[in-house]
């Protein structure tokens, strides 16, 4: 059974830091791509930060590039997302989500949508000004 599992969610101070990790299991972690999106509330979910666990390659929403880092530990099967300075308005629901194909991530996080293979519950983050 695949399972993502998010934490490391809560209250943090605008210009802080935070790190939220994704526990994955069911599927081969190594040769997957694994995201982070977000959820605020009223708007629509969003692509935050991907990274390609068989070639390294990451990528950033403009939004957080700079601030926040994702990075994975195979040997835990746990990608991680540190937010540095965040801000209010990252203030929304974190989710962990995995698909076999980069190019296939690439195109849905472009295109907007979700249509990823395996998402995780979500884990709230709450940045204070």
């Known amino acids: 059974e695949v399972q993502l599992v998010e934490s490391g969610g809560g209250l943090v101070q605008a210009g802080g830091s935070l790190t939220l990790s994704c526990v994955a299991s069911g599927f081969a972690f190594d040769d997957y791509t694994l995201c982070w999106f977000r959820q605020a509330p009223g708007k629509k979910r969003e692509g935050v930060s991907c990274i390609d666990n068989s070639e390294g390659t990451t990528w950033y929403a403009d939004s957080v590039k700079g601030r926040f880092t994702i990075s994975s530990d195979k040997a835990k099967s746990t990608t991680y997302l540190r937010m540095n300075s965040p801000k209010p308005e990252d203030t929304a629901v974190y989710y962990c989500?995995?698909?076999?194909?980069?190019?296939?991530?690439?195109?849905?996080?472009?295109?907007?949508?979700?249509?990823?293979?395996?998402w995780g519950k979500g884990t709230l983050v709450t940045v204070s000004s």
């Open positions: 989500a995995a698909d076999n194909s980069w190019l296939h991530t690439v195109v849905v996080v472009a295109a907007g949508t979700d249509e990823l293979g395996y």
